[in-house]
């Protein structure tokens, strides 16, 4: 009897994730508001969250697919100071080509898309970053930071994400044309 509640749970999980998707398909960003009682997940902030806009000079995240991040950011970055200079180090990571997510991955922190609820990467994203990158990292006397400890990442809730590279052609829905797009809508949102 344990099918029912799973099936349930299932169509639930594609409702929302159906949800997530027409949202990200309209001409403007039209996201969808989430009423938190604790906006900023627990962490206190110097300043209010706002949103502001990418800078040209923020390289590593001025062409990421969106316009506009949340300050401060999900690394507790308060100034956009700070962010650029805290980012650009990880720019020439991202043109090692280490992993497809990389440039997904960071942009998710340094440059989070301004949203009334923060979405984290997922779990997987950041392991999959992380094992394709450290090697790299390594070779240059870097270690993977412990700001970026994938364990604090979500893995059952919503979250940034990329098609997983593992996943097969009946498992991976490249012919739905809100799926594809939704990289340059908002990234992939998953559950």
């Known amino acids: 009897m344990t099918s029912a509640p799973v099936s349930l749970l299932r169509m639930i999980r594609l409702a929302v994730t159906v949800a997530l998707i ?3 398909s309209a001409s403007e960003y039209e996201y969808l508001s989430w009423k938190s009682d604790m906006y900023n997940g627990g962490r206190s902030y110097g300043k209010p969250p706002q949103c502001v806009d990418i800078p040209e000079d923020l390289r590593l995240c001025h062409n990421v697919g969106y316009n506009q991040m949340l300050l401060p950011n999900l690394l507790e970055h308060e100034t956009m100071a700070e962010v650029k200079q805290q980012a ?4 020439p990571l991202v043109h090692k080509n280490c992993h497809p997510g990389t440039q997904v991955f960071l942009c998710s922190l340094f440059a989070p898309v301004c949203l009334e609820r923060p979405i984290y990467p997922c779990r997987w994203l950041c392991e999959a970053v992380r094992d394709g990158c450290t090697p790299i990292m390594e070779s240059f006397g870097f270690p993977w930071p412990e700001m970026l400890t994938c364990d604090k990442f979500p ?3 919503v979250c940034i994400a990329m ?3 593992n996943a097969t052609e009946a498992t991976q829905p490249t012919g739905n044309p809100h799926y594809t797009s939704l990289f340059v809508c908002l990234f992939i949102i998953t559950l």
């Open 155 to 157: 893995q059952d809730d």
């Open 22 to 24: 027409s949202s990200c």
């Open 163 to 165: 098609p997983q590279p």
């Open 88 to 91: 650009s180090s990880w720019v």
